[in-house]
T-cell receptor, first 112, second 112 residues
Framework: DGGITQSPKYLFRKEGQNVTLSCEQN?????MYWYRQDPGQGLRLIYY???????QKGDIAEGYSVSREKKESFPLTVTSAQKNPTAFYLC???????????FGEGSRLTVL | QKEVEQNSGPLSVPEGAIASLNCTYS??????FFWYRQYSGKSPELIMS????GDKEDGRFTAQLNKASQYVSLLIRDSQPSDSATYLC????????????FGSGTRLSIRP
């Protein structure tokens, strides 16, 4: 099946630990995005990447890191420097022609 | 001034009526505009894209764009209980950049 696949869907982490969220796509999208959503809030942009080996910070990049070593994959690492990491994380790929974003099912991170 | 502004709601509309959702944006260079629907606990799904001034209709949904006023709206005709969700407005900032910023969303409730 084609689409954006995020894993894991649910993740629990102890304070002080880094955690990496996976995002894989087979839609041949050049651009990929990571957003964070807190309860009752909108989506806030963490990082985005327009091409392989290149990425830009979004509005809330502090405490996060990404890599884009291949087109299909855009993993997000939530580091221990992120003060309040409990949130719903959404990865999206972007259609080059229309600019439309297509989202994965999300990863829900809870810090204990 | 926020880059994208939406009334958070909740907006309560009787079943069968027209729901009107509004969005204003600050970047005059925005060229593409997207409306996403998000059910509680799920990821956003694209429902409408609009690129030029005027109206665009797709089934029960109509998107309206006025670039001079920096305003985009979504009308839902014959509202159904399944339309109860949060609706997110997302302009594509700039003419060539890929960055997409979301509004905080309007929560819509359709009452039977």
């Amino acid at each position: 099946d084609g689409g954006i696949t995020q894993s894991p869907k649910y993740l629990f982490r102890k304070e002080g630990q880094n955690v990496t969220l996976s995002c894989e796509q087979n839609l041949n999208h050049d651009a990929m995005y990571w957003y964070r959503q807190d309860p009752g809030q909108g989506l806030r942009l963490i990082y985005y990447s327009q091409i392989v080996n290149d990425f830009q910070k979004g509005d809330i990049a502090e405490g996060y890191s990404v890599s884009r070593e291949k087109k299909e994959s855009f993993p997000l690492t939530v580091t221990s420097a992120q003060k309040n990491p409990t949130a719903f994380y959404l990865c999206a790929g972007q259609d080059r022609e229309t600019g439309e974003l297509f989202f994965g099912e999300g990863s829900r991170l809870t810090v204990l | 001034q926020k880059e994208v502004e939406q009334n958070s709601g909740p907006l309560s509309v009787p079943e069968g009526a027209i729901a009107s959702l509004n969005c204003t944006y600050s970047d005059r260079g925005s060229q593409s505009f997207f409306w996403y629907r998000q059910y509680s606990g799920k990821s956003p799904e694209l429902i409408m894209s609009i690129y030029s001034n005027g109206d665009k209709e797709d089934g029960r949904f109509t998107a309206q764009l006025n670039k001079a006023s920096q305003y985009v709206s979504l009308l839902i005709r014959d509202s159904q209980p399944s339309d109860s969700a949060t609706y997110l407005c997302a302009p594509r900032l700039g003419s060539s950049a890929s960055k997409i910023i979301f509004g905080s969303g309007t929560r819509l409730s359709i009452r039977p």
